[in-house]
């Protein structure tokens, strides 16, 4: 099953390293891996995306808690939570499909933040799922660029991840 | 008064009361060792390799209760030490590794003898740190013996660029450390506790399992309490034997692959089994579904949260430091009114005897040749089981495990979690240079002996007068009988062609050899090698190169698919 966990971590030179090297080391999968500094300058946060059997999430938390350097560990999806992604995909956009484009970018509450005379850059949050389906949705052949940002979350209401 | 980066990095060790360093120099660690040599109260022990200079730490750690400590350059130097690192993290043993590294301006740029020590050393420390000011030595150093003694203990390293070690500040060494990320927990949860006593007094066919986690946690006492207290049958695995006397007669051996036919069909059959510091690792129970195939409820002692429910799952958790759970337990189990079922009791122990009554460490001695069993027999009854016993890894480990009993913890070292080869001399450093008085002996074989046998040099500078047994049956065995039984005898590269003369290399190094070829001279060689008090003997004792270790449980079979000698 997928699995969010989000994580603090001491925002250190080679901390995010050891992450890495844990999941490669003991054959954990990683979705996808997202990290930054938090309001504390000395305290990174980071979500990582993966899945694997119960036994497996339960070793993946263990296993992260006995990093020194990691402060504590959620399991976002084992409670109420919220997950989003950025993306930025740049396609081709002129003739009949400039405005098909935009009016694609406008269903999915996408943004266009660059226009050329034969591209759109567009900006797209949402669940992972949301943007699988948008880049579905349009011309597969006018898309010249994607990135993305992998998930970010966070918990409802009252579940807190902080020191 | 301003010292140097390397002034510093002395006087920590000299704070935390660091009695030995084991070591080689090299260029990035120049300035250290010349800050070694200005003061006496640190004393540096030169090995002749890196990995040596680890090994010797971890024997050193294995037998006391302090912290290993080696010094090692930059490059090279480092990763010689690696195999040691590894060694030393797979069994946890607690150690600080202090390395050199090229100057900061010069990191990332392949400069001369430059590795990424904080990378390569990554997956097999507890934890570690690259010193990038002055101002941090002391305080990293102070967690880096923090972090390697406390929790589940680990090898922690300090890679300390070379113009760190040139550069000035205050020393200041901390009292205390806290690491707002670090917690371990050592009080086991009050409620599991409780329920832990009334399954182990609710058992009608109990096995107690004690591991490693016993020796380092120092607990063999109120293990030992705890088990007399309760009558039920005890194990200890490779790493954890000596943590219950191996003469006691609820002592039914070692569990695991050469594990006596007591203690396995004991762990497989029993329906409640307590884990005491040990961590259900495939060289013990085996197959994990064949193991699982057995319905019993078991109880799991260890600091470390991540040991429980690993391989196997665990009804009851005990997370905590194994001497603090132990008491905690033996207290649990005064206030609960229950007794054990007494006819329960009675019947385990009938079909325990019958299964000991089958004998599983017979084997058949002779005249003609030296059987390499008699030998650890006869170690064991000239020093009176009382020698502190250093092993490499291979057949003549097993041997020495089964046939030497171990009643102390700490007396057993041996490198069970990685295997070693190449482990045994330099760890035998360690432990005679912790217990001068004590008889040291290194039990190996003639493939490990020579992955360390440069370290008789190191023996004879620091006269450390090791006694090495040396079961030489030309062959690599334990790979030998491995192609005997599952690989159509095709003895692929396990010959050992070409021995050398290990009697004339002994004295070539300045030490006594003796060969024995015959059996009825085992036990004068012993007798006169221990009399030697102030000489390394080597022994190369002439074994039965057909010779196998039994019983045997096949790689990845259940434990009640074990092979016994008289099976074959």
Not at chain 2, 153 to 172: C, F, N, Q, R, T
Not at chain 2, 274 to 288: P, T
Not at chain 2, 331 to 348: C, E, M, N
Not at chain 2, 490 to 503: C, G, K, Q
Request: contains cysteine.
């Amino acid at each position: 099953m997928r699995h969010i966990i989000s994580l603090l971590m001491e925002n250190e030179a080679g901390a995010l390293s050891r992450v890495a090297g844990l999941f490669s080391a003991r054959g954990y999968n990683i979705e996808s891996l997202t990290v930054a500094t938090t309001e504390d300058p000395t305290m990174s946060r980071m979500t990582i995306v993966t899945s694997g059997s119960d036994d497996v999430i339960e070793q993946i938390n263990k296993q992260l808690n006995k990093l020194i350097e990691v402060v504590q560990v959620m399991d976002l999806t084992e409670g109420e939570h919220i997950e989003r992604e950025l993306m930025l995909v740049k396609v081709k956009a002129e003739g009949a499909a400039r405005e098909e484009m935009k009016r694609m970018a406008d269903i999915f509450r996408g943004r266009i933040i660059d226009v050329t005379d034969a591209t759109y850059t567009i900006e797209l949050t949402g669940s992972g799922t949301k943007l699988d389906n948008f880049l579905q949705a349009i011309d597969r052949s006018l898309i010249l660029e994607t990135v993305r940002t992998g998930a970010s979350g966070i918990g409802r209401g009252k579940r807190i991840l902080k020191l | 008064m301003e010292l140097t980066g390397a002034e510093i990095t002395i006087r920590c060790l000299q704070d935390e009361g660091v009695e030995y360093v084991f070591g080689y120099p090299g260029g990035a660690v120049l300035f250290i060792y010349d800050a070694l040599f200005n003061q006496d109260k640190v004393k540096h022990i030169l090995v002749r390799h890196e990995q040596a200079a680890v090994h010797a730490a971890d024997g050193y750690a294995r037998s006391t209760e302090k912290v290993g400590v080696a010094l090692v350059t930059s490059g090279p130097g480092v990763t010689n030490a690696v195999t040691g690192i590894a060694t030393a993290y797979m069994d946890s043993i607690p150690m600080v590794v202090i390395s050199g590294q090229v100057p900061t301006g010069a990191i990332g740029e392949d400069a001369f003898q430059e590795v990424d020590t904080v990378g390569i050393t990554r997956p097999c420390v507890k934890h570690n740190f690259l010193v990038k000011d002055v101002k941090d030595i002391a305080s990293t150093i102070k967690k880096a013996f923090y972090l390697a003694k406390s929790g589940r203990p680990g090898p922690v390293l300090v890679d300390i660029p070379k113009d760190i070690s040139i550069a000035k500040a205050e020393y200041d060494y901390p009292k205390n450390v806290s690491i707002r990320s670090y917690n371990p927990q050592v009080k086991a949860d009050a409620t599991a506790i409780k329920q832990a006593a009334e399954l182990l007094l609710s058992a009608k066919r109990p096995v107690i399992y004690t591991g490693g986690g016993v020796i380092l946690s120092d607990a063999a006492k109120p293990l030992t309490e705890l088990v007399r207290g309760l009558g039920y049958p005890c194990v200890s695995t490779l790493m954890g034997l000596g943590g219950y006397p191996e003469t006691d007669k609820l002592f039914l051996g070692m569990p695991g692959m050469h594990g006596t036919l007591e203690a396995n069909l004991g762990m497989q059959n029993c329906d409640v089994l307590l884990a005491v510091g040990a961590r259900f690792d495939d060289r013990v129970i085996g197959n994990v579904s064949h193991f699982n195939s057995v319905p019993r409820k078991i109880i799991h002692i260890d600091i470390d949260p991540a040991s429980i429910s690993k391989r196997v799952q665990v009804d009851v958790a005990l997370v905590g430091d194994v001497k603090e759970v132990v008491k905690e337990l033996q207290a649990a189990l005064k206030s609960v009114k229950q007794k054990p079922d007494a006819a329960a009791q009675a019947d385990w122990w009938k079909q325990i005897g019958e299964w000991r009554g089958r004998n599983s460490l017979a084997y058949k001695n002779s005249t003609e040749v030296i059987k390499p069993q008699y030998v650890v027999e006869k170690l064991y009854e000239i020093t009176k089981g009382e020698a502190f016993v250093t092993s490499d890894v291979g057949q003549h480990q097993m041997w020495a495990a089964q046939y030497y009993k171990f009643d102390e913890p700490r007396r057993w070292i041996n490198s069970g979690g990685l295997g070693t080869m190449g482990f045994g001399l330099p760890a035998a450093m360690g432990v005679k240079l912790a217990h001068p008085k004590a008889d040291v002996a290194c039990i190996t074989g003639e493939g490990s002996i020579q992955m360390c046998i440069q370290e008789l040099s190191t023996c004879k500078q620091f006269r450390l007068p090791i006694k090495v047994l040396s079961l030489n049956n030309r062959y690599l065995g334990m790979v030998r009988q491995w192609q005997e039984f599952f690989h159509g005898n095709r003895y692929a590269e396990s010959y050992m062609d070409a021995l050398p003369d290990f009697v004339k290399l002994a004295e070539a190094y300045g030490h006594v050899g003796i060969r024995v070829v015959n059996p009825a001279d085992v036990e004068g060689a012993i007798k006169e090698a221990f009399a030697r008090k102030n000489e390394l003997v080597f022994m190369d004792f002439q074994t039965d190169p057909t010779e196998n270790v039994f019983p045997m449980v096949p790689g990845g079979k259940g434990l009640s698919d074990i092979i016994m000698a008289e099976d074959l």
